[in-house]
């Protein structure tokens, strides 16, 4: 039972660099959501998705872009990599009436 | 501006200390309270409180929420090693337009020393 699942675990990325954050489900959650957790920082809300072909802003959308095609997969797209953009990222999933989010296990990414 | 805010933000005690960490919170719409534990990696849900009052407990770990003064605890007895974490509380608000969303503290740095 995968639950959610992100890849990569890790990257570097030069300044100015693209990259793609994957995101995958196999419960079937309406759900889907992007953090990302500076040091000593609780988890910051970067966009979320109701359902597949729906997707909205969170607080720090800047930099960033989504899309949710199916149920399963929800990609976090950084366009031009930033050194603001060094972080832990992480992929949450809920049901739409319930309230426990379920976390992948986060990438690490470092923009140098 | 909602916020959600953790206190103390780092903690040292002695293994078989009791702890009690605290999470106030000011948030539209409030639905629940939510405590999670994060160890290395992905954060792992403790609790979630929605009524007053009423004390979830979960072995040595226990919380109680406060919706008059908009305030949780989270107390854990006995602690050892294993406890050491970042300890997340998060207020999960109702949103008319689409997702309900979660507002995060910072956390509390708890280490627990043998």
């Known amino acids: 039972n995968a639950g959610v699942t992100q890849t990569p675990k890790f990257r570097i990325l030069k300044i100015g660099q693209s990259m793609t954050l994957q995101c995958t489900q196999d419960?079937?959650?309406?759900?889907m959501y992007w953090y990302r957790q500076d040091p000593g920082m609780g988890l910051k809300l970067i966009y979320y998705?109701?359902?597949?072909?729906?997707?909205d802003k969170g607080e720090v959308p800047n930099g960033y872009n989504v899309s949710r095609s199916t149920t399963e997969d929800f990609p976090l797209r950084l366009e031009l990599a930033a050194p603001s953009q060094t972080s832990v990222y992480f992929c949450?999933?809920?049901?739409?009436?319930?309230?426990?989010?379920?976390f992948g296990s986060g990438t690490q990414l470092s923009v140098l | 501006e909602d916020k959600v805010v953790q206190s103390p933000l780092s903690l040292v005690v002695h293994e078989g200390d009791t702890v009690t960490l605290n999470c106030s919170y000011e948030?539209?719409?409030?639905?629940?309270l939510l405590w999670y534990k994060q160890e290395k990696k992905a954060p792992t849900f403790l609790f979630m409180l929605?009524?007053?009052?009423i004390e979830k407990k979960s072995g040595r770990l226990s919380s109680i929420l406060d919706k008059k003064e908009l305030f949780s605890i989270l107390n854990i007895t006995a602690t050892q090693t294993g406890d050491s974490a970042v300890y997340l509380c998060?207020?999960?608000?109702?949103?008319?337009?689409?997702?309900?969303?979660?507002?995060f503290g910072k956390g509390t740095h708890l280490i627990i020393q043998p």
């Open positions: 929605t009524s007053s009052g």
């Open positions: 998705s109701v359902g597949a072909g729906i997707t």
């Open positions: 419960m079937n959650h309406n759900y």
């Open positions: 949450a999933t809920r049901t739409a009436g319930g309230e426990k989010l379920f």
């Open positions: 998060a207020a999960l608000q109702y949103s008319g337009g689409g997702a309900d969303g979660l507002t």
């Open positions: 948030v539209t719409n409030f639905r629940s």
